[in-house]
């Protein structure tokens, strides 16, 4: 049985997003707007190729485009797949409060059987 929440969700999306460094990445291109490998590199604890590895996992799940420019590319946040995650994330936060709701009032009639 199928809630559907599960097949809204894009797995390879929430991974990327799962981690910090890619996490931190996407508020730093927020926050500037736009950034290169060696930019954020120098705002970040970790070497210019593990940036770079990382802004390919979020370039393939659209959460950043690339553009070339010179010797790199510059990326920007894609608003619109950004958006799509936190739809996403509203969405199953939004199934877990009804889950979490009906085990509440489980955990209650079974209070209220004990107690009679």
Do not use: C, F
């Given at each position: 049985?199928?809630?559907?929440?599960?097949?809204?969700?894009?797995?390879?999306?929430?991974?990327?997003?799962?981690?910090?460094?890619?996490?931190?990445?996407?508020?730093?291109?927020?926050?500037?707007?736009?950034?290169t490998?060696t930019?954020?590199?120098?705002?970040?604890?970790?070497?210019?190729?593990?940036?770079?590895?990382?802004?390919?996992?979020?370039?393939?799940?659209?959460?950043?485009?690339?553009?070339?420019?010179?010797?790199?590319?510059?990326?920007?946040?894609?608003?619109?797949?950004?958006?799509?995650?936190?739809?996403q994330?509203?969405?199953?936060?939004?199934?877990?409060?009804?889950?979490?709701?009906?085990?509440?009032?489980?955990?209650?009639?079974?209070?209220?059987?004990?107690?009679?």
């Amino acid at each position: 049985m199928s809630t559907g929440v599960a097949e809204q969700v894009d797995d390879d999306l929430w991974s990327a997003i799962g981690d910090p460094t890619r996490r931190r990445m996407l508020d730093l291109l927020l926050v500037e707007g736009h950034g290169t490998a060696t930019t954020l590199s120098q705002q970040m604890p970790v070497t210019r190729q593990a940036v770079a590895k990382h802004l390919g996992v979020l370039d393939r799940v659209g959460l950043v485009r690339g553009t070339p420019e010179g010797r790199e590319k510059r990326y920007r946040v894609d608003d619109a797949q950004l958006a799509r995650a936190v739809a996403q994330l509203a969405s199953v936060g939004s199934a877990w409060d009804a889950r979490l709701q009906r085990i509440k009032r489980i955990a209650e009639a079974i209070q209220r059987t004990r107690q009679d």
